[in-house]
C-alpha cells in the first residue's frame, strides 16, 4: 500500500517518515515523563522529599483548605508541615502505629524521642490509644504529648540535642 503521491521522491518520502516518527517518539516521551514524574511525587515525602514507598505504617496525611493534598514519610515530617502550612492547614491525619489506620492529628497521642526511629531522629510516632502509646513507651522510651506540643518539641528540636 502507497499512502505517498507518485510524484515523490525516495528520499522526500524518508523525510516524511522519519518526521512522523520524531513527532510520535517525542509524544511518547512526554507521555511517559508525565507518568514518572506522576508516580515519583505520588511516593515522595511533600516535606523531605524522601521515597515513602515503604513508609505505610507512619505516613502523614495533609489537605489544604483550597482542596489540594500532601503526604509526608513520617508522622514527624506531618507535624513539622502542618505548622509550616498554619491557617492553610484543613486536615492532617497520622497513621496509628499499632493499628496502621489514619487518625485525626488531633486525637492522637505522639511519642517523641522513642528508641523507635522510621526514617530520622528524633522520631516521632502517632498511637490511636494512649494505652498503646504507654506500653510502647515502657519497652522503647521517648516522651508522650499531644500534637501542639509536638510541633512547638519539632521546632525546638536540633540535630545532636536529646530534647
Ligand atoms: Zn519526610
Request: glycine fraction near 12%.
Amino acid at each position: 500500500m502507497d499512502i505517498f503521491p507518485k510524484n515523490v521522491s525516495p528520499v522526500q518520502r524518508l523525510q516524511t517518515m522519519s518526521v512522523d516518527f520524531r513527532s510520535i517518539g517525542l509524544a511518547l516521551l512526554l507521555l511517559s515523563a508525565v507518568v514518572v514524574v506522576g508516580a515519583q511525587s505520588a511516593q515522595r515525602c511533600s516535606l523531605c522529599g524522601m521515597n515513602m514507598a515503604h513508609m505505610m505504617h507512619v505516613r502523614g496525611y495533609l489537605a489544604l483548605d483550597g482542596g489540594q493534598t500532601m503526604n509526608t514519610c513520617g508522622v514527624q515530617c506531618g507535624v513539622v508541615l502542618s505548622g509550616r502550612l498554619g491557617e492553610r492547614l484543613g486536615a492532617f491525619e497520622v497513621t496509628d502505629f499499632i493499628g496502621g489506620r489514619r487518625i485525626a492529628a488531633s486525637d492522637a497521642h505522639f511519642l517523641f524521642n522513642s528508641s523507635a526511629k522510621p526514617g530520622m531522629s528524633p522520631g516521632l510516632i502517632a498511637f490511636a490509644d494512649s494505652t498503646d502509646a504507654v506500653k510502647f513507651q515502657i519497652g522503647f522510651g521517648g516522651e508522650m504529648m499531644r500534637l501542639e506540643a509536638a510541633r512547638r518539641r519539632m521546632k525546638e528540636w536540633r540535630p545532636g540535642s536529646s530534647r
